[in-house]
């Protein structure tokens, strides 16, 4: 039987990203979220029941929008209902995407001690310019605390960067990669910008410059394999362990 890997969406964020197109609200605020989850839950369950599905759940992620809007006292909440009501294999990976904003040092240390091994960080860029042109509100040395942060309590975590930005010079994207190869990451998801229906940046549509995008894409790919990095699906890269000398 296909083990299933249980995806939860949870679609708020502080700001819409103007390159954005997944689905998220910015006014969650008056939002009874402890009643959200308990009916995000029941409706697997119905799902479940009437599939009559057995299965083990191998894997979760919750992903969004920005998960991290939720209260540590929620993402409990939402575990926990997850484990009561479904059948879990032992020791899964349990990832939570998170958004530099409303990150710090005392949420990673809970979310470490709550059962999430694994985050997944929308950086972006490292570069303040290309920062400032997406409407992230952090900057690099922002970046770089929240990093040292999450090593000292996950091995195993992610970083998001996207490329062909509006003004992202062949140099920054390609600076961009080698700050994941300095900063030793263990994963990375290096996303080409799609340009998508209802977001501000469809005006850019007719501005794509491919030739650019291409070089960046070959040149980028080069450097993360030279370095040690393996290319596993288009936007994918995991970093390979060294083997040690009796492995
Ligand atoms: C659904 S978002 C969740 C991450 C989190 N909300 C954040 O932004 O920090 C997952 C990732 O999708 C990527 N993404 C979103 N819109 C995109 C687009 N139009 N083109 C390429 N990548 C995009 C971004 O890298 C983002 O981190
Ligand atoms: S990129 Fe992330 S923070 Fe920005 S709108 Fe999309 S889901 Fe929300």
């Known amino acids: 039987m296909i083990p299933i890997s249980l995806y939860i969406h949870i679609p708020f964020c502080f700001n819409k990203c103007p390159y954005c197109a997944f689905l998220s609200f910015t006014d969650y605020k008056n939002i009874n979220i402890k009643k959200y989850i308990l009916n995000m839950i029941k409706d697997l369950k ?10 083990y759940i191998y894997s979760i992620y919750i992903g ?3 998960p991290n809007i939720l209260s540590l006292n929620n ?3 939402l575990l926990e209902n997850i484990f009561l009501n479904f059948l879990c294999k032992k020791n899964i990976e349990i990832t939570l995407e998170v958004n530099i904003l ?3 040092i005392n949420n990673i240390f809970w979310y470490s001690k709550i059962g999430i091994n694994r985050l997944s960080i929308g950086v972006q860029s490292f570069d303040n310019h290309v920062l400032k042109n997406i409407e992230r509100n952090y900057t690099y040395s922002d970046i770089l605390n929240i990093i040292y942060n999450v090593k000292c309590y996950f091995n195993n975590f992610n970083i998001d960067l996207i490329y062909g930005l509006p003004n992202q010079s062949v ?8 700050n994941v190869i300095e900063l030793n990451i263990p994963h990375l998801s290096w996303y080409e910008l ?10 850019f549509l007719n501005k794509i410059n491919y030739s650019k995008i291409e070089e960046i894409f070959f040149l980028g790919k080069k450097i993360l394999k030279k370095h040690g990095y393996f290319q596993y699906e288009i936007s994918s890269y995991v970093k390979k362990k060294k083997k040690g000398l009796f492995s």
């Not at 140099?171 to 080698?178: C, G, P």
């Not at 799609?194 to 005006?203: A, D, E, G, P, R």
């Open 64 to 66: 969004g929008g920005t």
């Open 102 to 104: 409303n990150l710090n």
């Open 75 to 77: 993402i409990y909440f």
């Open 171 to 178: 140099n920054s994207a390609i600076k961009d990669i080698k």
């Open 194 to 203: 799609i340009i998508q229906k209802n977001t501000k940046y469809y005006n």
């Open 46 to 55: 119905e799902d479940f029941f009437f599939k009559n599905d057995k299965r």
